[in-house]
């Protein structure tokens, strides 16, 4: 498919945007629909405190669609250390960069927020090898794995990555 215009980066999640994040995360088939309504509890903090939320957006459009987002924050009880919370493309624009470019500009925003650490949680299901994959070859170090945590067989698989 030929591309008509480059992928834009915002960074001022609306409520307008809600739908589109929601819709987005399920078209995915990634997450369990209680994760689901864990980001919809995410982007209403955002929406509720603003700029004293501790969840921050990227929102990745081209053509006017929204075609990715990444979700960060810091976490509260750690010096300078952010969890990568959120971060989805949509499938029929996998392959093309647009991860590379949601995880270097987060990584880019946690430093500018005078983060040194980014943690990234995943599954050990077999449907996230390529995500495990793709975390690995951008720098990310696994710290640790938690048994049956998201559901029996289903492990979390823990990253980091010093900025």
Known sequence: MIKNSLPLIRTNCRQ???????????????FYDHEILVLK???????????????HFLLLNQGGRLIGFACY??????????????????PEEQRQGHGKLL???????IRA???????????????????????ESQGYLQSASLPDYYAIGD???????NL
């Open 16 to 30: 307008a945007d809600l739908s589109s994040l929601l819709d987005l995360a399920k078209r995915s088939r990634f």
């Open 41 to 55: 509890n995410l982007c209403e903090e955002h929406f509720l405190l603003g700029e004293d939320t501790s969840y």
């Open 73 to 90: 924050g810091l976490i509260e009880e750690a010096e300078d250390n952010y969890d990568l919370y959120w971060m989805v493309v949509d």
């Open 103 to 109: 995880l270097r500009e987060s990584e880019s925003g």
């Open 113 to 135: 927020l005078g983060g040194r650490q980014v943690n990234i949680e995943t599954s050990s299901r077999e449907l996230y090898l390529p995500t495990r994959k793709f975390y």
């Open 155 to 161: 492990h979390k698989i823990c990253y980091y990555k």
